[in-house]
């Protein structure tokens, strides 16, 4: 099993930067097994959108609404997938959340709790 715990949410001013993180935990196996890691954000009264992604090789996508704006990195060795966020807008409120799709052995979709990010305007 893989557990994730997104953090660095909080509330900024529109124009303003947040870093998230997703410290990824489980065993070597389980991290290793997963193939993609995705950032996801749902706002309230609508539905859970793909912000960004990463995959194994370190190919990244992101939405067009954030594209310039957010980057989705990993660090391997922390075993933490972070997505930055600049030039925030009053539409990317909403809460983020982390998932990772296991792939090498099973096919299994892991989700973090979510973190909040408040834009005002």
């Known amino acids: 099993q893989v557990q994730l715990v997104e953090s660095g949410g909080g509330l900024v001013q529109a124009g303003g930067s947040l870093r998230l993180s997703c410290a990824v935990s489980?065993?070597?196996?389980?991290?290793?097994?997963?193939?993609?890691y995705r950032w996801y954000r749902q706002a309230p009264g609508k539905q859970r959108d793909l912000v960004a992604g990463i995959s194994r090789g370190g190919v990244t996508n992101y939405v067009d609404s954030v594209k310039g704006r957010f980057t989705i990195s990993r660090d391997n060795a922390k075993n933490t997938v972070y997505l930055r966020m600049n030039s925030l807008k009053p539409e990317d409120a909403a809460v983020y959340y982390c998932?990772?799709?296991?792939?090498?052995?099973?096919?299994?979709?892991?989700w973090g709790q979510g973190t909040q990010v408040t834009v005002s305007s």
């Open positions: 998932y990772a799709h296991r792939s090498w052995d099973y096919e299994y979709d892991y």
């Open positions: 489980g065993s070597t196996r389980s991290i290793n097994a997963i193939g993609s």
